[in-house]
């Protein structure tokens, strides 16, 4: 999949994340802010990674903003900004393609 265009999703509510992806520049462009980036930052980059493989993305610019998110919220926040960016807001693959 390739990102089209700027999009964002979540909030920067307790217990939230932000997310923004936008297009590259042939790589994966990485940036955390979190409260918790010490004791949770290789997990939540991990999850980042793993989820923008899942839906063949190795080209994008994501910025994502914690604070406190689950795994599974960080892995929504970054699905739908995607899905957001290729403006695909029907026959979303949840639970197919999205692992």
């Not at 994966?28 to 997990?43: A, M, T």
């Not at 063949?56 to 994501?62: F, K, L």
Request: negative net charge; aromatic residues 6%; proline residues 2%.
């Amino acid at each position: 999949m390739e990102i089209k265009k700027a999009a964002t999703a979540g909030t920067l509510e307790s217990s939230d994340c932000m997310v923004t992806v936008e297009p590259g520049e042939g790589k994966i462009d990485f940036s955390l802010e979190s409260s918790v980036i010490h004791q949770y930052g290789n997990q939540l980059r991990k999850v980042a990674l793993e989820t923008l493989k899942d839906l063949d993305i190795d080209n994008v610019r994501i910025t994502i903003v914690d604070k406190g998110a689950l795994d599974c919220t960080l892995k929504a926040r970054i699905e739908g900004a995607v899905f957001r960016s290729v403006d695909q807001y029907e026959n979303l693959p949840w639970g197919g393609a999205i692992r």
